[in-house]
């Protein structure tokens, strides 16, 4: 295809929203996720790939699928896979993909393993594969989550070569939508975000035509994040080039006029007439390499973005300026983890808890600004108030300066307060309301509730992560509990009643005559509430008889 480079682009994207088995919801977005993505990528002029489906299909058809896909491959060919399903893991932890026929408790012979998926890119000989993972791999408590529990996705799937860029970080669920009692399909909300971002050309954020990898993570970051999402998107990369993923209206015009100037260029040219010279719209990772492109002109800045700045404090020329956006200072806080006890009966049964957590808020006495009152604050003089280091500022290669550690100014006298850095630590108390039926390991996502960033940027996020503690007579598997009692065989033959412990108090319990030893009573619904669902499990009563 003309524009296009000599390795193929090609898509595969896997949607699982009808199950067969009970444990596992339906889900309503897949279906809509992969239409909706695969409109914008097989676009010629966006995408550029050869898109294929596959949409509730059984274990083995989406192994075939995957098999498939990634054989016979040239070195640069450019694949894209993405999955959206329920996320499952085994007794040790790994991780799952499931399908129609996926029982929860046979994993390993009716689902996808992740083994799978990373030996079929390993073994392949594309070079660049980006993985676009759609499903959840962690304990959340809220309804219209898709999978589960905790497990190490960059360990699973990571290789050289590699882009992965999940819905939510380990300890979230993804989201299927706003309006979750809507019956009418729509896209997740990390999927419509991927979808808005190349459809729209916004993920191109240094504006050169072109969406990159990092550019479309870096939207769709901050997309959930403005939106108010419960979730937070994490991307593992090792890739030494840059990959282009789709490009916007202004590469557009570009080729338009690139293929005007190829035919102007194969026309007979006038003496003396310097002939057009020829280039591609998108670009292989080896061409990349072996011809650098002239580059896109940067903006011009902003007149006077830290000129309004000196100006404030130094009165200088004029009116007295605002201060500048926040953003061109600040940056975000750094997540957080607290991990906190709870007796059995609170994580079974649910609580409500006041926790006490030491953060950092913004600073009362410059606001942010991190220099003191009235004096003066300078562009970095590294680069030249960018906040990033090499000539390409907002670019793939681009790092935080070294010499303002990103925040692109210089204050040579700073707060006394917060000693330059736009914010105090505090001490405060949230209230959290842990639901019933969470376990061991679960983490609770309080969104914003974590330290300011540098410059008095965003707050971060702050996690609570469940530690049950041991109950002395009660063991939790699952939501049942297990309690073993040993009677005298006076009461096993007649029968009678006995005391038990349970999560509501102590309980008699008529025991039947005749029982023998090893017999198992069950108490329905005295065990740990569903944590998605109404109800409780049971509570197993094993009975050790003894002599007398």
């Known amino acids: 295809m003309p524009g296009f480079p000599a390795g193929r682009r090609d898509a595969l994207l896997i949607a699982t929203g009808m199950y067969e088995s009970p444990a596992l919801k339906p889900l309503r977005s897949p279906r809509q996720d992969c239409e909706g993505l695969a409109e914008v990528l097989r676009d010629p002029g966006i995408g550029g790939f050869q898109v294929q489906q596959l949409v509730d299909a059984k274990s083995y058809e989406v192994k075939r699928g995957l098999e498939q896909f990634f054989r016979n491959r040239g070195r640069e060919d450019l694949l894209l896979l993405h999955l959206s399903c329920h996320g499952i893991k085994d007794d040790e932890g790994h991780l799952y993909f499931a399908t129609q026929d996926t029982d929860k408790d046979l994993p390993a012979s009716t689902a996808v393993p992740a083994a799978f998926l990373h030996d079929q890119m390993a073994r392949c000989r594309a070079r660049t594969i980006v993985v676009l993972l759609d499903c959840c791999y962690s304990g959340a408590f809220l309804p219209g989550a898709k999978g589960d529990d905790y497990v190490q996705v960059k360990e699973e799937l990571a290789g050289h070569g590699r882009a992965i860029l999940t819905a939510t970080n380990r300890t979230e669920y993804a989201w299927e939508g706003d309006h979750l009692e809507a019956s009418a399909p ?44 419960r979730q937070r998107p994490r991307m593992w990369a090792d890739l030494e080039y840059r990959v282009i993923l789709a490009r916007t209206a202004a590469d557009r015009s570009a080729a338009d006029r690139s293929a005007a100037d190829r035919s102007a260029a194969s026309r007979p040219a006038a003496a003396g007439a310097p002939q057009a010279a020829e280039s591609a719209s998108w670009n292989s990772p080896a061409a990349e390499r072996e011809q650098t492109p002239l580059p896109t002109p940067l903006p011009t800045p902003t007149p006077g973005l830290f000129a309004r700045l000196k100006d404030a404090f130094n009165g200088v020329d004029g009116d007295v300026p605002s201060p500048p956006p926040r953003g061109q200072l600040a940056r975000r806080g750094q997540d957080a983890l607290l991990r906190v006890d709870f007796p059995l009966t609170e994580t079974a049964l649910g609580t409500v808890r006041d926790i006490r957590v030491d953060t950092a808020v913004v600073c009362d006495r410059c606001q942010g600004a991190g220099a003191a009152v009235g004096t003066p604050v300078h562009p970095c003089g590294y680069c030249d108030g960018t906040g990033t280091s090499g000539p390409w500022p ?45 376990d061991h390991g679960t983490r609770i996502q309080l969104a914003g509730e974590g330290e300011v960033g540098p410059g008095g940027g965003p707050p971060a996020d702050l996690y609570i992560e469940v530690v049950e503690l041991p109950h002395p007579e009660l063991e939790r ?50 065990g740990a509430m569903h944590l998605r669902g109404g109800g409780r499990g049971d509570l197993l009563l094993h009975l050790d008889v003894g002599e007398e």
């Open 186 to 229: 729509q896209p997740s909300r990390f999927t419509g975000a991927l979808i808005e971002g190349l459809r729209s050309g916004d993920a191109d954020t240094d504006h050169d035509g072109r969406i990159t990898v990092t550019e479309l993570y870096d939207y769709v970051y901050e997309y959930l994040h403005h939106s108010g999402a």
């Open 394 to 438: 907002g670019r793939d290669t681009s790092l935080p300066c070294r010499g303002c550690h990103g925040s692109g100014v210089r204050i040579p006298t700073p707060c006394h307060a917060c000693t330059g850095d736009g914010r105090v630590r505090v001490s405060r108390t949230l209230t959290i309301k842990v639901p019933g039926g969470v």
């Open 477 to 526: 598997r699952d939501d049942d509990l297990h309690l073993t009692r040993r009677i005298p065989g006076s009461l096993a033959r007649g029968g009678g009643t006995i005391s038990v412990t349970t999560l509501d108090g102590s309980k008699s319990v008529r025991i039947p005559a005749g029982l023998r030893s090893g017999q198992t009573l069950r108490l329905v619904g005295h």
